[in-house]
């Protein structure tokens, strides 16, 4: 089976993180993808709009409903301590042995790549499959990825999807629910509904 590991925040998922998943899934013919909260992101140090991750869980779990090929995992959410996506992929290797594993990254992720906890395990672990983000278009370029061989990095570039572009940001989305605005076309319906009845991300 060819399995796509999508993680991410998820604060909350929209309708960018689906197009993702979407066009991978159809780019590389995968059988499935998994949607992976993280439990605690290494990345991201200020935890004020940080939504519990129940509710993240349980957002991306709504958003996977009716996509038959989407399921939320939950093996970040349940490990204590940072989530790092090495650990995650080496847990979903053993699970999954004999399947091939596709990390689905947004463009502005693969420039951030190099900084991840023993990022080069990340590319024997996985192949990492990139697509497109409005406003990021790092590549694989050989500079920004020391000790990954040249035919590796090929792969990725071959590999990348290239989907129509989706601006929206869970950090607009944060902004807009905070301000009262109207953020109803970036999510599907029934995350929005979940949003405004548990109140997330308004002070
Ligand atoms: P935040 O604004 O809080 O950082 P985000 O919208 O960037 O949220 P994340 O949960 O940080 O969402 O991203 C999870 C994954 O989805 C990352 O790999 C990111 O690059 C990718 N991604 C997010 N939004 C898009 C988008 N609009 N198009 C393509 N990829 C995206
Ligand atoms: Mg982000």
């Known amino acids: 089976m060819k399995i796509g590991i999508f993680g991410g925040t998820f604060n909350p998922i929209h309708l960018g993180h689906l197009a993702a998943?979407?066009?991978?899934?159809?780019?590389?013919?995968?059988?499935?993808?998994?949607l992976l909260p993280s439990g605690a992101p290494p990345?991201?140090?200020?935890?004020?709009?940080?939504?519990?991750?129940?509710?993240r869980l349980e957002m991306a779990r709504i958003a996977a409903e009716g996509i038959e090929f989407l399921e939320p995992c939950a093996v970040?959410?349940?490990?204590?301590?940072?989530?790092?996506?090495?650990?995650t992929l080496e847990i979903l290797?053993?699970?999954?042995?004999?399947?091939?594993?596709?990390?689905?990254?947004?463009?502005?992720?693969?420039?951030?790549?190099?900084?991840w906890y023993c990022w080069q395990r990340l590319f024997a672990l996985s192949r990492v499959v990139s697509v497109n983000r409005p406003g990021f278009n790092s590549g694989f370029e050989a500079e920004s990825f020391p000790g990954i061989s040249e035919e590796?990095?090929?792969?990725?570039?071959?590999?990348?999807i290239e989907m129509e572009?989706?601006?929206?940001s869970s950090t607009r989305i944060r902004e807009f629910a905070d301000?009262?605005?109207?953020?109803?076309?970036?999510?599907?319906?029934?995350?929005?509904?979940?949003?405004?009845?548990?109140?997330?991300?308004?002070s």
């Open 21 to 34: 998943c979407e066009a991978v899934h159809s780019g590389h013919e995968l059988d499935r993808v998994l």
């Open 43 to 55: 990345h991201k140090q200020d935890h004020r709009q940080l939504a519990p991750v129940h509710h």
């Open 76 to 87: 970040e959410v349940e490990r204590p301590g940072p989530s790092y996506m090495v650990d």
């Open 93 to 115: 290797g053993e699970r999954h042995r004999g399947d091939e594993l596709f990390l689905i990254v947004g463009g502005d992720t693969v420039g951030e790549l190099s900084t």
């Open 152 to 160: 590796v990095l090929q792969q990725c570039r071959a590999d990348r």
């Open 165 to 168: 572009e989706v601006d929206i």
């Open 179 to 202: 301000a009262g605005g109207d953020y109803s076309s970036w999510v599907p319906p029934a995350v929005g509904d979940y949003i405004a009845s548990h109140g997330l991300f308004s």
